[in-house]
Each structure stands twice: as structure tokens, then as C-alpha cells.
């Protein structure tokens, strides 16, 4: 009897000692192979997805630059075109800075700024004598963004720039989803010639 017990105890050993080789087996190959190569996985994932939020950071850096280049090239083009119609190319610029800077004082954003013309007027500047003074007359269109509060004070201020200002015409309206507004001003500066 003893003898067939230990003969029925061999066979379950066996199993036993199979299934126990076979789960070492595996846990050696899972640490062994499996492991790092999954830790190598969510690695290059990790690194992946911080690849693709630069190139969308990248992405908006462009847009904004390209914006902003256009920005300049229209600037530029507002600027060849101020040179046109001012007695010469420092008055432009001056009159030009010193418009954007008294907007920016106030809060607001110069969107646009460059000559306009009534239908049928001649693109080049006109003259005329005012108290016998011979004046030069720039007509000048500017388009504003900021609080209206801003625009006011902005305004305000026109006539106490260092030559004559007239407000031609104002439109004004309300930015889409904010509380600013647009306000675009058509004025005729006056300018003391020679």
C-alpha cells in the first residue's frame, strides 16, 4: 500500500513541477522580454505626444507669425501710401507713430490706418489757404479696436496733436463676443506748408 500511494503521488508531482517551470517560465520571459519592451512602448507613446503638442505649439507660432508679417506688409504698404500724400516721408512716419501711440495710450489697437479719398478727390494731397496760411490737407481713415471708454478719450485728444485735426466721419461697432468695439474714423489733417 505504501507503495501505490507514492506511485499516486508521482504523477500529481509531476504536474505540479510542469506547471510550476511553465509559470516560472513565463514570469521570466514577461520580466525578461515583455517588461521592457512595454516600458519601451509607453515610452516612445510618452515621447510621441510631446512631439505633437510642440508641433501644435510650433504650428500657432507660425500662424501668429505669419499674422503679424502680414501685419507689418500692410503696415509697410499704409506707409508708402502716407508717403504719397504727406509733404514728405518724416511727417508720415511722425504723424504715424504719434497716432499709435496716443491709440495705445488709451487701450486701443490701430487695426488700420492710411489715406483716404472722398470720390473723385486726386490721390495726392491738396492745398488751400486758410487765414492767410497755405495749408496742406491729408485726408486719413483710421480703424480702431479697444473699450469704448478708450475710443472717447482717444478723440478727445485729437485736437490737442500738434497740427489741425478734423473728424470727417465716425462708425462705430460692436466687436463680435467682447466688450469692445470698432471704430473707424475718417479725419483730414491739416498741415502748415513750408
Same mark, same amino acid.
Given at each position: 500500500?505504501?507503495?501505490?500511494?507514492? !506511485?499516486?503521488?508521482?504523477?500529481?508531482?509531476?504536474? &505540479?513541477?510542469?506547471? %510550476?517551470?511553465?509559470?516560472?517560465?513565463?514570469?521570466?520571459?514577461?520580466?525578461?522580454?515583455?517588461?521592457?519592451?512595454?516600458?519601451?512602448?509607453?515610452?516612445?507613446?510618452?515621447?510621441?505626444? +510631446? +512631439?505633437?503638442? =510642440? &508641433?501644435?505649439?510650433?504650428? =500657432?507660432?507660425?500662424?501668429?507669425?505669419?499674422? !503679424?508679417?502680414?501685419?507689418?506688409?500692410?503696415?509697410?504698404?499704409?506707409?508708402?501710401?502716407?508717403? +504719397?500724400?504727406?509733404? /514728405?516721408?518724416?511727417?508720415?512716419?511722425?504723424?504715424?507713430?504719434?497716432? !499709435?501711440?496716443? %491709440?495705445?495710450?488709451?487701450?486701443? =489697437?490701430?487695426?488700420?490706418?492710411?489715406?483716404?479719398?472722398?470720390?473723385?478727390?486726386?490721390?495726392?494731397?491738396?492745398?488751400? &489757404?486758410?487765414?492767410? $496760411?497755405?495749408?496742406? =490737407?491729408?485726408?486719413?481713415?483710421?480703424?480702431?479696436?479697444?473699450?469704448?471708454?478708450?475710443?472717447?478719450?482717444?478723440?478727445?485728444?485729437?485736437?490737442?496733436?500738434?497740427?489741425?485735426?478734423?473728424?470727417?466721419?465716425?462708425?462705430?461697432? %460692436?466687436?463680435?463676443?467682447?466688450?469692445?468695439? $470698432?471704430?473707424?474714423? /475718417?479725419? $483730414?489733417?491739416?498741415?502748415?506748408?513750408?
Amino acid at each position: 500500500m505504501l507503495l501505490s500511494r507514492r !506511485t499516486d503521488v508521482n504523477p500529481l508531482l509531476g504536474i &505540479i513541477g510542469i506547471v %510550476a517551470l511553465t509559470v516560472a517560465l513565463v514570469i521570466v520571459w514577461w520580466f525578461a522580454f515583455w517588461a521592457p519592451s512595454l516600458s519601451k512602448k509607453t515610452q516612445l507613446l510618452s515621447s510621441m505626444v +510631446q +512631439q505633437e503638442e =510642440r &508641433i501644435t505649439q510650433l504650428e =500657432r507660432e507660425k500662424v501668429a507669425i505669419v499674422g !503679424t508679417r502680414r501685419q507689418i506688409e500692410q503696415l509697410n504698404k499704409s506707409i508708402g501710401e502716407w508717403g +504719397q500724400q504727406f509733404p /514728405d516721408s518724416k511727417v508720415a512716419n511722425r504723424i504715424f507713430t504719434e497716432l !499709435t501711440v496716443l %491709440a495705445r495710450s488709451y487701450g486701443l =489697437r490701430a487695426v488700420r490706418m492710411k489715406p483716404w479719398l472722398q470720390p473723385g478727390e486726386t490721390p495726392h494731397r491738396s492745398s488751400g &489757404i486758410v487765414g492767410g $496760411y497755405l495749408l496742406e =490737407r491729408v485726408p486719413v481713415t483710421i480703424l480702431l479696436e479697444g473699450r469704448y471708454v478708450g475710443v472717447s478719450h482717444f478723440i478727445e485728444r485729437l485736437p490737442q496733436l500738434p497740427y489741425r485735426v478734423v473728424l470727417q466721419e465716425m462708425k462705430l461697432k %460692436a466687436a463680435a463676443g467682447s466688450s469692445n468695439v $470698432y471704430v473707424l474714423l /475718417d479725419l $483730414y489733417l491739416y498741415f502748415r506748408k513750408g
